[in-house]
């Protein structure tokens, strides 16, 4: 749903893990600041690489973490961006 013609893969990578959005979300860079604030480091940098469409193999040998710790932290990313909390401040 990008209407300027930028670039968005963070926003567009939000979108496709969020199950219900009532508005739309903030801009890219807008964006990008809440998340920093609201994940962890861990989780930025994977939601970054799928946003990117990022090998996921040397971001996990560079953080330092195993196929099931990555699953885990990749399910604890989606409930906490499906979280309202987290919802409303994404949101314009």
Same mark, same amino acid.
């Given at each position: 749903?990008?209407?300027?013609?930028?670039?968005?893969?963070?926003?567009?990578?939000?979108?496709?893990? =969020?199950?219900? #959005?009532?508005?739309? !979300?903030?801009?890219? %860079? /807008?964006?990008?600041?809440? $998340?920093?604030? @609201? &994940?962890? *480091?861990?989780?930025?940098?994977?939601?970054?690489?799928?946003?990117?469409?990022?090998? =996921?193999?040397? #971001?996990?040998?560079? !953080?330092?973490?195993? %196929? /099931?710790?990555?699953?885990? $932290?990749?399910? @604890? &990313?989606? *409930?906490?961006?499906?979280?309202?909390?987290?919802?409303?401040?994404?949101?314009?």
């Amino acid at each position: 749903m990008n209407i300027d013609n930028e670039e968005t893969p963070l926003m567009d990578e939000v979108e496709k893990h =969020i199950r219900k #959005l009532v508005n739309p !979300l903030k801009k890219e %860079e /807008e964006l990008k600041k809440v $998340l920093k604030v @609201k &994940l962890t *480091k861990k989780e930025f940098k994977i939601l970054n690489a799928w946003a990117n469409e990022d090998e =996921i193999e040397p #971001l996990l040998e560079k !953080l330092g973490m195993d %196929e /099931e710790r990555y699953g885990e $932290l990749s399910l @604890k &990313l989606i *409930k906490k961006l499906n979280q309202e909390k987290l919802k409303q401040e994404m949101m314009i």
